[in-house]
């Protein structure tokens, strides 16, 4: 099946953007939606942001190991981008898999936010502060692997859900700790909330604190609309990254992590 370019004024059609309906999900959205009125300076009203329920999402009482490897948050998305119900699509990188679907594709990248875990606690500073025992909540295999290589003696139980709902099974007396990425808080504006845990303690996830643009490859028209946004050293740091995890084959079954540099 061939996907075919569809032309349009995106002043006088809507151009609409596809994403999970969870806060940071919109809030990934809508910083799109700016970047690309400001940039082509087209009126607010222009763009449409349509929330799109994702299996990841719905199936928050499995962990992620159970209910599928790869697509988890991207394939109800990928499939109106297909069909042609949305016009791009907005992703965090890190739950992106390797493959894309025939005909889509990604490469527009928004400028990298903080790549790093945040460490989240009420009553403790950092991972070595907590005692003996320590409940510590997470659902990334990758999170409790380097979590248990440094303290062996916590126990790890499963967090599902977003940010919002992390937190507040913290506040419940649920864990003691959890680890939640810095730059989901900061999209959040719950900057008081980020106490980063260095790379050399707790590698981040593969292209963590990426956004990235899907569309239909050969709509020349969004691509011209949303080139401008790329961010070329991001871009080199998520196509390094991925190209990594892809030889691993890896997915959220896989405690893989990774960072890349660009020196010079």
């Not at 707790?202 to 028209?221: C, H, N």
Request: aromatic share 4%.
């Amino acid at each position: 099946m061939d996907i075919k370019s569809n032309k349009r004024d995106f002043r006088a059609n809507k151009l609409k953007i596809g994403t999970r309906g969870s806060p940071l999900a919109l809030a990934q959205a809508l910083e799109v939606k700016k970047e690309i009125t400001n940039h082509h300076n087209l009126d607010d009203k222009s763009i449409e942001i349509i929330t799109i329920s994702t299996k990841g999402d719905r199936i928050l009482d499995r962990p992620l190991t159970e209910i599928g490897g790869k697509g988890l948050f991207t394939e109800e998305i990928e499939e109106k981008l297909y069909n042609h119900e949305i016009d791009i699509a907005v992703h965090s990188m890190k739950d992106m898999p390797t493959e894309f679907p025939n005909g889509l594709g990604i490469n527009t990248f928004l400028k990298r936010e903080d790549f790093r875990d945040s460490f989240v606690f009420l009553k403790y500073n950092s991972i070595n502060e907590l005692p003996k025992g320590a409940v510590v909540g997470s659902s990334s295999i990758r999170r409790k692997a380097q979590l248990l290589s440094i303290r062996s003696d916590l126990k790890v139980v499963e967090f599902r859900g977003n940010v919002q709902t992390r937190l507040d099974k913290l506040k419940n007396g649920i864990a003691d700790a959890t680890f939640l990425a810095c730059a989901g808080l900061l999209r959040l504006g719950m900057e008081d909330l980020v106490n980063p845990i260095s790379p050399k303690t707790m590698m981040p996830a593969v292209a963590q604190g990426i956004i990235g643009i899907e569309q239909r490859l050969s709509d020349t028209d969004i691509t011209d609309l949303i080139s401008p946004l790329n961010h070329n050293e991001t871009m080199l740091q998520v196509l390094t990254e991925r190209s990594f995890l892809k030889v691993l084959d890896g997915s959220c079954r896989t405690p893989i992590g990774s960072i890349s540099k660009i020196d010079g």
